[in-house]
């Protein structure tokens, strides 16, 4: 025991400032490229919801393979790792912009990114914990 908070809050208040430092800067920027673009409110609006429930997921996935390859050498097996896990949030990012350029619904995208970022949410800190825990003994 390091200190005297729980391991899993110290790792949730990590991955919250890394998200904050990191995935906030991301959204704006995005946002002002999309006005640059001259891009429809349609599309805007699927860019800033799918944005607020990716990166968080994104930076929660990143989390727990670093804390899973901590001490290793080389950043492949990072890589190796973190890239089938991410391709579900961009791949249903992705078509719920595309949908929103279509006049579309998002509706459901936006329900399947919501539940991987509760799973995640809920899951993700225990898990980076847990894996710390195991690096540190």
């Not at 991955?15 to 002002?32: E, K, N, R, Y």
């Amino acid at each position: 025991a390091l200190s005297r908070y729980p391991l899993i809050l110290l790792v949730s208040a990590k991955i919250l400032a890394h998200w904050i430092t990191f995935g906030i800067p991301i959204i704006i920027i995005s946002l002002v490229l999309g006005m640059l673009l001259s891009l429809s409110s349609k599309i805007m609006t699927a860019l800033l919801i799918t944005l607020i429930l990716g990166t968080p997921i994104l930076s929660l996935l990143g989390s727990v393979m670093a804390v899973l390859t901590i001490g290793l050498r080389g950043g492949m097996l990072l890589c190796i790792l973190i890239l089938p896990l991410s391709m579900p949030i961009l791949i249903f990012s992705t078509i719920a912009i595309q949908n929103a350029a279509l006049d579309q619904s998002i509706i459901a995208e936006t329900y399947f990114l919501a539940g991987i970022l509760i799973l995640a949410i809920t899951l993700a800190p225990i898990a980076a914990a847990s894996a710390l825990r195991i690096r540190l003994s």
